[in-house]
């Protein structure tokens, strides 16, 4: 088992800029990649940004440029950088961790954190 906890989410105008966290605790931290993830009230989960444990990272072109994903192994925390915040960001985040190679695919992965909200307000 992983266990997986968001935090740093909150409201923001738009501009403006976030650091999310996520911690790991339970198995082996690099023998995971660890994604984020966004849904949005009434719509599917979405795919934001993943990094694999030598720092491989692949992003969501809808964010490409304004998100910066790292992972810090001796704290076993990913990190999601957000810069110029839109309204559109506005959405619970969860980070989630997988087995294999990193995924945009929600369903790669095998644990989810319970998400942290993130409110973008015009």
């Known amino acids: 088992q992983v266990q997986l906890v968001e935090s740093g989410g909150g409201l923001v105008q738009a501009g403006g800029s976030l650091r999310l966290s996520c911690v790991a605790s339970?198995?082996?931290?690099?023998?995971?990649?660890i994604g984020w993830f966004r849904q949005a009230p009434g719509k599917e989960r979405e795919f934001v940004a993943a990094i694999r444990s030598g720092g491989r990272t692949y992003y969501a072109d809808s964010v490409k440029g304004r998100v910066t994903i790292s992972r810090d192994g001796a704290k076993s925390t990913v990190y999601l950088q957000m810069n110029s915040l839109k309204p559109e960001d506005t959405a619970v985040y969860y980070c989630?961790?997988?087995?294999?190679?990193?995924?945009?695919?929600?369903?790669?992965?095998?644990?989810w954190g319970q998400g942290t909200q993130v409110t973008v307000s015009s």
């Open positions: 339970g198995r082996t931290f690099s023998n995971y990649a």
């Open positions: 989630a961790a997988a087995s294999g190679l990193i995924s945009p695919g929600r369903y790669d992965y095998d644990y």
